[in-house]
Each structure stands twice: as structure tokens, then as C-alpha cells.
């Protein structure tokens, strides 16, 4: 399938992937975590933006929480109920 481009975009491509890949190959570049990125990121399991937004993101899921908790003492009461029958 052809896939028309402009001629001026297609050598800024052309300048710009070798200077990416020299980037990357000399470990010189920058996570861009997001849901999408990291999702297909094959260096996840080692990335610190993503350890650091996933410890932001249980900091916020307990704060949330703990708020919840709080601000409905009556359903927090019988939920606990439930689980200890």
C-alpha cells in the first residue's frame, strides 16, 4: 500500500531517526511513561518512571480509599461486618 508524504516531512524523518537511535543505543533518552507507551515498553520491568508512577498511583489509591473509608463510616462498618461473618 502507497502512502502519500510530503517531501519536506519525509526528510525531517529521514534526519531525525538516526539521530533517535544514537540516542537510544547510547542509553542518552528519557521515558515517556504513559498507559500506552508502557504497555508495549520492552524495558517496563526495569523503568524507574514507572516504578516511581506506580508507587504515585498506591499512594493515591490508598488515600483515596482511606478518604472513602472515612467520609462513610455506616457502609465502611458493614462491609467490614460482611467480611468478618
Same mark, same amino acid.
Given at each position: 500500500?502507497e502512502v502519500p508524504a510530503e517531501?519536506?516531512? @519525509?526528510?525531517? +524523518?529521514?534526519?531525525? +531517526?538516526?539521530? *533517535?537511535?544514537?540516542? %537510544?543505543?547510547?542509553?542518552?533518552?528519557?521515558?515517556?511513561?504513559?498507559?500506552?507507551?508502557?504497555? *508495549?515498553?520492552?524495558?517496563?520491568?526495569?523503568?524507574? $518512571? @514507572?516504578?516511581?508512577?506506580? $508507587?504515585?498511583?498506591?499512594?493515591?489509591?490508598? $488515600? @483515596?480509599?482511606?478518604?472513602?473509608?472515612?467520609?462513610?463510616?455506616?457502609?465502611?462498618?458493614? %462491609?467490614?461486618?460482611?467480611?468478618?461473618?
Open positions: 500500500m517531501a519536506d516531512r @519525509l526528510a525531517a +524523518v529521514k534526519e531525525n +531517526v538516526p539521530q *533517535i537511535w544514537a540516542a %537510544i543505543a547510547s542509553g542518552n533518552f528519557y521515558p515517556s511513561p504513559s498507559p500506552m507507551n508502557c504497555a *508495549i515498553c520492552p524495558y517496563r520491568s526495569r523503568c524507574p $518512571a @514507572l516504578s516511581e508512577s506506580r $508507587a504515585s498511583a498506591a499512594l493515591l489509591n490508598r $488515600a @483515596l480509599a482511606t478518604s472513602w473509608w472515612e467520609s462513610r463510616p455506616e457502609e465502611a462498618a458493614a %462491609i467490614k461486618e460482611e467480611k468478618n461473618e
